[in-house]
């Protein structure tokens, strides 16, 4: 099962992320979503020396809205301090809330390339599923 795979959307981006547990499903999205903006071989090189914790506290009905806000929240430190993350970890996961940390380093302008400008999370279509192999959502990006 491969932890995410980029979908085509007729007027954005989207992907198709996986995980045995939700909170690699959540980890792995947030690897699909840096790899949209940044490409695959970017990141490669990324010396991961910043750290940075997330933590929502929210009483949610459905884990999809934490999705949307974490991965939101991740975005909008990537665009406000121009940190392009390569690690992400999940360590509390629940219908109160969600805690991690994710790892990156400061974009360089005359080394790194943003590929795509992701503007938004959208709930569009998004719906976290279980399967056999764990967990499964695809997600779009308003670009």
Not at 15 to 41: D, H, V, W, Y
Not at 124 to 129: N, S, V
Request: charged share 25%; glycine share 8%; proline share 2%.
């Amino acid at each position: 099962m491969k932890p995410y795979e980029i979908i085509e959307h007729t007027a954005d981006v989207g992907l198709r992320a996986n995980g045995a547990t939700l909170k690699e499903l959540f980890q792995n999205a947030s690897r699909g979503m840096f790899a949209i903006i940044s490409g695959s071989g970017q990141r490669d090189n990324l010396t991961p020396g910043i750290q940075k914790t997330i933590q929502i506290k929210k009483e949610v009905e459905e884990l999809e809205e934490l999705l949307v806000d974490w991965l939101s929240e991740i975005l909008y430190i990537f665009s406000k301090e121009n940190i392009l993350f390569k690690v992400f970890e999940v360590h509390e996961l629940n219908n109160s809330g969600i805690k991690g940390e994710v790892y990156g380093d400061r974009i360089v302008p005359s080394r790194t390339i943003i590929q795509t400008e992701i503007k938004a999370v959208t709930f569009h279509g998004l719906r976290i599923q279980e399967n056999v192999q764990g967990f499964s959502c695809s997600i779009i990006f308003d670009v």
